[in-house]
């Protein structure tokens, strides 16, 4: 007993006592374990054994035989690791798997076997073969309107391409059970026989919606932030304009300040040669009453004296009054020419103001 696997000694004499106690016979001794060889390694042995018992069933005598299945057993046990493997990685994966095989070559031939993964169901919200079988309609009918075309095509010239060199790798939307179309990313690959017929296809699909939508949100940003560029662009223009045209009025303001206090200069000065005149009027006047004064005193020999001492007296009257009226219009033109400065200082300051704060922008 000593050779036995410790994890399969108490099992294995288990199996057996039960197999010499059943006196119905029925029990059967055919189980596998491992056995102790004599280099020390443990193998796999499948033993099997049969009793002659009496009539009542009690054993007499047992015989058996011993298998050396170890090779066999490894092989078995690497398959089951890898369907293990498989399964576990499939239920890890992202991506969702796919195959075809094509029968005698024909892409579109009615009899292609397709196999949708677990992983491919799931990922489209479908549960088993019930509600998504292995056709090809049944990813194909789910394909965008906008997209089935394109995708179809795509897949046709990577599988007829003999060559091998036309890949299967685009990104289509995909409509799920509950209707809603997410964006995938479809890749394949394609075995081939010695004149490039395809004879299988393979692929995954991979749920690329959030990443689209990010795309699609930084090209909104990234346009409307140009937009919003191109806007402030034209108001910096404006600005600059407005600065320009305010500079300019500031400019025309004071060439319009310099000839309103020029055109004070020359008023005061013309009201100077008008007083000069107003002067000499009244001396004249004031000569032509002394001259009539004479003249009368004359007597006849004054009359024509006289009358030239009245003219001149008139002229001196016409005079001061036309003096007069130069004044007023002068005083008029004074006033008025204080009040256009007033305003041009004021609007000069305005316009120095926003000339500053345009330049500041």
């Known amino acids: 007993m000593r050779i036995l696997h410790p994890g399969d000694l108490d099992w294995a004499l288990e199996s057996f006592g039960d197999h010499l106690i059943d ?3 029925k029990n059967p001794f055919d189980i596998e374990y491992r056995v102790r060889f004599k280099n020390g390694e443990y193998r796999w042995m499948h033993a099997t054994g049969a009793t002659i018992r009496d009539v009542n069933g009690l054993p007499l005598k047992v015989a058996g035989a011993l298998f050396d299945i170890h090779d066999k057993k490894m092989k078995e046990q ?9 399964d576990l990685i ?7 798997p796919w195959d075809m095989t094509v029968a005698a070559g024909d892409v579109v031939n009615p009899n292609n076997e397709f196999w949708w993964s677990p992983q491919f169901r799931k990922t489209l919200g479908f549960k088993d073969e019930t509600d998504f079988p292995n056709v090809m309609s049944s990813w194909s009918d789910r394909l965008h309107p906008e997209d089935t075309e394109r995708v179809i095509q795509a897949f046709a ?9 036309t890949p299967f790798d685009l990104n289509y939307r995909l409509q799920l059970k509950n209707g809603e179309y997410r ?4 890749g394949g690959e394609t075995i081939r026989d010695a004149k490039g017929i395809p004879l299988r296809v393979a692929g995954t699909i991979h749920d690329i919606t ?3 939508n990010k795309e699609h949100i930084v090209e909104t940003m990234t346009s409307r932030m140009q937009e919003l560029s191109n806007s402030i662009e034209e108001v910096v223009r404006g600005i600059s304009s407005i600065t320009n045209d305010a500079q300019d009025l500031v400019a025309a303001q004071e060439q319009s300040t310099n000839a309103a206090i020029k055109a004070k200069s020359s008023a005061d000065e013309t009201q100077n040669i008008s007083n000069f005149i107003k002067g000499i009027a009244d001396q004249t006047n004031l000569l032509g009453l002394n001259a009539a004064i004479e ?5 006849e020999l004054g009359c024509g004296f006289g009358v030239v001492a009245d003219e001149v007296r008139k002229l001196a009257i016409n005079s001061a009054e036309a003096t007069g009226n130069i004044e007023s219009s002068l005083n008029e033109m004074k006033n008025l020419i204080e009040i256009i400065l007033t305003y041009m200082d004021k609007i000069s300051s305005l316009a120095q103001n926003q000339a500053a704060l345009c330049k500041n922008q």
């Open 23 to 25: 006196h119905t016979g």
């Open 78 to 86: 690497q398959l089951e690791d890898l369907v293990t493997r498989y």
């Open 90 to 96: 499939n239920k890890a994966l992202v991506e969702a």
């Open 157 to 165: 010239a990577h599988l007829n391409d003999y060559t091998g060199k």
């Open 183 to 186: 964006w995938f990313h479809a």
């Open 210 to 212: 959030h990443e689209r």
């Open 295 to 299: 003249s009368a005193r004359a007597g």
